[in-house]
């Protein structure tokens, strides 16, 4: 396996490599990782995202995966860095986080058969599919603003290739507690077959996305908080949530605190009891203390 990753130099985007606790770029300069600026490890055209997969997750909602994955698109604009600021704009008060996996297309990829799609793959990152779900009132189907507005999508530090998606491990901490925790094997639908079901009908071209879904116990984050995904192989990815601007009121359907808003909030079985405002004592019960 070999990692690499694009960080910013003198206001440039420069490709390295990760050599131990160093970055290496072609030309012999060597960065160290903790002092580097990183961006996005690919540019994307599209960023596609599965909307359930893994069994827990499936459980926790009370309901059964459909025959087939199903999938929203996020913009572009909603792409992120490991170490960039998530927003969580005032007057909304329920972005969760989603720890995934991420896909990234090597090759121009169309109409695949299934035992091919992993050489169209370049390699995998950490992703975070944030929601913003003060907005699922009146984006449940397309997600568009839920998964959609701006630094909402995370992915990083760097791109691992010839990276083995069997039996791994991927961990979400909030503020150094573990909070979600499952295995690929858990997945129902794997790497390969996300990439090969997508390209019967949309051309994936090189640097295209694809989250690949999210384990159970997403539940929101507030400003201050640090949000980290590792994933065995893969790295971890780092982010910490900032208030940004108020939502404008002169426009559009508003951010609303319904049922379903909350219900979906925190985890599908949530009894509503009039929850106005998330606070830190609404994380899982089922939390572990990180120890690293």
């Known amino acids: 396996m070999t990692e690499y990753r694009r960080i910013k130099v003198d206001g440039d985007c420069l490709e390295v490599e990760r050599k131990g606790d160093f970055l290496i770029s072609k030309d012999g300069r060597s960065f160290a990782i903790e002092e580097a600026v990183h961006l996005p490890p690919a540019e994307p055209t599209k960023i596609i995202a599965v909307h359930l997969n893994y069994e827990s997750r499936t459980k926790e909602f009370l309901t059964k995966l459909p025959s087939a994955p199903t999938y929203f698109h996020k913009p572009i604009t909603a792409l992120n860095s490991h170490k960039g600021e998530v927003v969580r704009p005032k007057r909304c008060n329920w972005l969760n986080y989603e720890g995934e996996i991420v896909i990234i297309i090597g090759k121009t990829c169309k109409d695949i058969a299934l035992d091919q799609a992993g050489k169209y793959i370049a390699g995998y990152s950490v992703g975070n599919d944030f929601g913003l779900h003060d907005f699922r009132d009146t984006d449940a189907g397309s997600m568009l603003r839920v998964k959609g507005a701006d630094s909402l999508a995370p992915v990083g ?12 491990l991927i961990r979400t901490y909030v503020n150094g507690l573990l909070k979600q925790e499952d295995n690929t094997d858990n997945m ?25 879904g999210t384990p159970a116990n997403s539940r929101p984050v507030m400003p201050g908080d640090m949000v980290e995904v590792e994933v065995e192989g893969l790295g971890r990815l780092s982010n910490r949530v900032i208030e940004g601007a ?3 009121s002169e426009v559009g359907a508003q951010p609303t605190e319904s049922e379903e808003v909350i219900s979906t909030a925190m985890g599908g079985d949530w009894e509503f009891r009039g929850i106005r405002t998330p606070s830190k004592d609404l994380y899982p019960s089922t939390v572990v203390e990180s120890k690293e």
């Open 246 to 248: 108020s939502i404008s």
């Open 188 to 212: 129902e639908w794997n790497m390969h077959y996300l990439v090969a079901d997508i390209a019967r009908t949309i051309t994936l071209v090189p640097g295209d996305m694809i989250f690949s």
């Open 157 to 168: 530090p760097g791109i691992v290739t010839d990276w083995d998606f069997r039996n791994k």
